[in-house]
C-alpha cells in the first residue's frame, strides 16, 4: 500500500534550454514549499530540474533541493531530496526519490523506497512522494 509522505508544491522561477543536434536540455530553476503532516516548510534558492531528450527517446528528469522548515514533532529541519524520472509517452511523470534530512522523526524516509508522481499546477507542479508500506 503506498502512503504519501511529501507534497511539494514547486513554483518555477527561470528555463533554460540548449536544442543540440543529438539531443536538447532543458534546465528550469524553481522555489516552493512542501505543506503535509510530515513537514511543512519552504524550497531554499537553488533548486533546480534537468531534464535531457535524445531523439526518439522519453524526456529524462532529475530535480535535486533542499527545504527548510518544521517535521510532525515541530522540530526545526531540512530536508534534500532528489528526484529522478520520466516523462512517459503519455505525458504522465513517474519518479523514484532520495531523501536526506537532518529531522529524527523523519530520519525513516532516508531508507525508504521513494516513488513520486507529478501534476501540473497554476504555478509549476505539485509532486507526489510516497513510500510502500
Known sequence: MLKEVLTVNVEIKEEYEVKGQTGSAKMILFGGNIDCEAFKGKILPGGVDTQRQRPGENVMLSARYIAEGTDSEGNKCKLFIENNGEILEDGSIVTRSKIYTDSKAL???????????????????????????
Open 107 to 133: 530520519s525513516y524516509i532516508e531508507k525508504a523506497e521513494l516513488t513520486g508522481t507529478v501534476e501540473a499546477s497554476q504555478l509549476g507542479v505539485v509532486i507526489h512522494i510516497y513510500t510502500n508500506l
